[in-house]
Every structure is written in structure tokens, then in C-alpha cells.
């Protein structure tokens, strides 16, 4: 097995698996549409449905259409629409599996205000740490407010066995490591982690998780064609992922900031990240590709007309496609 990330590469020539990000998926379609050394493609984790994700999809299709009638793809989540998806791959066979699950028992907390977010987070481990024995998995909606919920647990007196480790994208291989390991015999952690923990990872001795209810998430406002993060509340589905993280390897306990009631009210499932993002890197990569046309795709959802339009104009203005929505020389060095 082997893994290829942005600026790091581990693999071997007897490599048969190799692990890459959605985005380098996309740039090795780019560069080799025919993907002559691969069998198979996997897209993991799919109801994330993020935008990488939707384009090397239809890209993957693209080319199994066109040139690659033998290359296989398997498409994988524990929360997906599958009847749709199963249409859309032409009817592809359904494979259902129950994995093992210990029971997780849930706490309704008070929603926290604006305000009262890291204090009513300390409350909450706080308690947390009196009911369970384990280790505690946090989710904040992200660095900040990990980095505030850190101070504030420094200035009360926690059991002297317990370790704060912050869990996050921007923390080196090596500080992701050390929350992710196997606390040592006699000692339990408390990780605070952003969505990064929210179901690629299982982390040894996590007994318990306290879930904000809140993520960070890129929405992009057309009037000023600028992207912002928007701290929003979760799904129901992100929500009972973040729950089965307490129930990985034993039974556990999920602690919910926010009253029984309103879990009804969180939508079933997050926006597909096509509906919200700035389009304009995807319309280039769609260039790049020889597609002008926002349904020139197999997608399974298309890029919204007017969003697609408007990233179409800037390309033009920055010179990156012409009149006809072509890639130029210079869109393509862009793209590079």
C-alpha cells in the first residue's frame, strides 16, 4: 500500500493500493486520462459529496465511457442516497454490509449561544470526565475555538492522567499523530478536533464524544466573488457519525450540545459542496479537459447554471478561457 498527498509521496513499484487525495485524483486524470495503471477506482467516503469528489467522479466516468470500458468504480459511504447513485453508475450492482457497532448512549445538553460556546464545551467535558473512564473526543467547529477551548481547560484543574491534544488540518503529520495514538496505560485524552475527525479516523480509547452541533464550511457569495467560512450547524447525518465515534471500539456515550428536540430540525444531510463553492477553479478544470458546457459531464448533480456562468466570465477576464469558454495557454499553466 502506498499513499500520494499535496507535496508527499509513498509508493513502491510492488504498490497495488495507492491512497490519494481527491484532489491529486483530479490532477492524474489531467495528465493521464486513460489511467493505463489502474484497475480500479475507489471514491471512499462519498456522501461528503465535496467538490474534488463530484468532479473526479465524472471525470472517472467520463473516461470509462470513452476509453476505459474495463475500469471498474466502486463508490463507498455508510450514509448514502444509493438508489440514486446505483441509477446514475447504470444501475450498478448494491453491496450492503453491517459493520460492527457498540451502543452508544446520547446526553442532550443545552445549545450553547455565541458566546457561551467554549465555556458550555468545558462544562461539558468536565462531566464527561466524571461519567466515563476513557478518553473524550471533542468536535469544535474549528481552530479557533480549539485553540480557546485549550486555554480554557488549562486554567482548571483536570486529573493529572489526562492529556489535551488538539486535532485539526493545519497541525503538522507529527501533532496529528500524537492525538490520533493510543494514549500510554493509565493516562486518558481529551482530542478537540474540527470535522477531520468526523469518520476517516478511529481513535483508540474513545469512549466518549462531545459534539458542538457546529462545523465550519467555504460559502461563496456571488456579489463579491469571495469565498468565506460560515460556522453552520451539522446534519442529522454528520451528526450520528460523529456519534459512532464512541462506538468504535466499545460501548460509549455521545454528549449533544443542543436539546433532543431539535435534532429533527437539522437537515437530513449536508449540501453537496457543488451547490455552494466558488465554481471557477472547477469550469477551468473543466476546460482543461476540453468541456465548456456545465452538463458536458457525467455529473451526478450538475454545477448551478448561474454560479457556472458567472465562473465562466471571470476565466474569460483573467484570460484563462476564450470567447468560446476554451482553455487558452495561459488557463493552462493556471491549472498547473
Known sequence: MGYTVRLERKVASRTRIEVVTEGILTRRLQQDPELADTGLVIFDEFHERSLDGDLGLALTLDVQRGLRPDLKILVMSATL?????????????????????????????????????IDDTVKAITRALREVKGSLLVFLPGEGEIRRTVEALGKINLP??????????????????EAIRKPDAGRRKIVLATTIAETSLTIEGIEAVIDTGLKRAPRFDPASGMTAL?????????AEQRKGRAGRLGPGHCYRLWPEAETKALAAHDAPEIRVADLAPLALDMANWGVTA?????????????????????????????????????GRAMVR
Open 81 to 117: 442516497d444509493a438508489e440514486t447513485l446505483c441509477a446514475h453508475l447504470g444501475n450498478a450492482p448494491l453491496i450492503q454490509t453491517t459493520g460492527r457497532m457498540f451502543p452508544v448512549g446520547v446526553t442532550h445538553l443545552e445549545r450553547p449561544t455565541r458566546f457561551s460556546l
Open 160 to 177: 493529572a492522567n489526562t492529556d489535551v491534544r488538539p486535532l485539526y488540518g493545519a497541525l503538522s503529520f507529527a501533532d496529528q499523530d
Open 230 to 238: 460560515e460556522t453552520i450547524r451539522v446534519s442529522q447525518a454528520s
Open 294 to 330: 456545465r452538463d458536458g459531464l457525467p455529473w451526478l448533480e450538475a454545477p448551478p447554471q448561474a454560479p457556472f456562468a458567472q465562473a465562466q466570465d471571470l476565466l474569460r477576464q483573467l484570460g484563462a478561457v476564450d470567447a468560446t469558454h476554451a482553455i487558452t495557454a495561459h
